[in-house]
């Protein structure tokens, strides 16, 4: 098992920015894909980002490409989303995942923990 743990939501401005955090314990955090998906009201779950276990391969939604940045600590069993020039758009509830996967899987189904979400208001 792996518990993964959500931070740094909140409300902010357009233009402005936030970083998530997701803690995670219990399994070998380095031994995982960690991705980051959000989901919007009335809309359906949605990839944002994913980095592979070692950080060398990121992948983005081409909609917060050159705006967001996944980065992760295995030191520190974290993994963060650095969010820049926020738009109203981007207020969804975002949701850390944990894959164990050899490649970067931007696909939900493919990873095996989730945590339980932080919500990230934009307003204009």
């Known amino acids: 098992q792996v518990q993964l743990v959500e931070s740094g939501g909140g409300l902010v401005q357009a233009g402005g920015s936030l970083r998530l955090s997701c803690a995670a314990s219990?399994?070998?955090?380095?031994?995982?894909?960690m991705g980051w998906f959000r989901q919007a009201p009335g809309k359906e779950r949605e990839f944002v980002a994913v980095i592979s276990w070692g950080g060398r391969s990121t992948y983005y939604a081409d909609s917060v490409k050159g705006r967001f940045t996944i980065s992760r600590d295995n030191a520190r069993n974290t993994v963060y989303l650095q969010m820049n020039s926020l738009k109203p758009e981007d207020t969804a509830v975002y949701y850390c995942a944990a894959a164990a996967s050899n490649v970067v899987p931007t696909t939900a189904t493919l990873y095996n923990y989730w945590g339980q979400g932080t919500q990230v208001t934009v307003s204009s």
């Open positions: 219990g399994r070998t955090f380095s031994n995982y894909c």
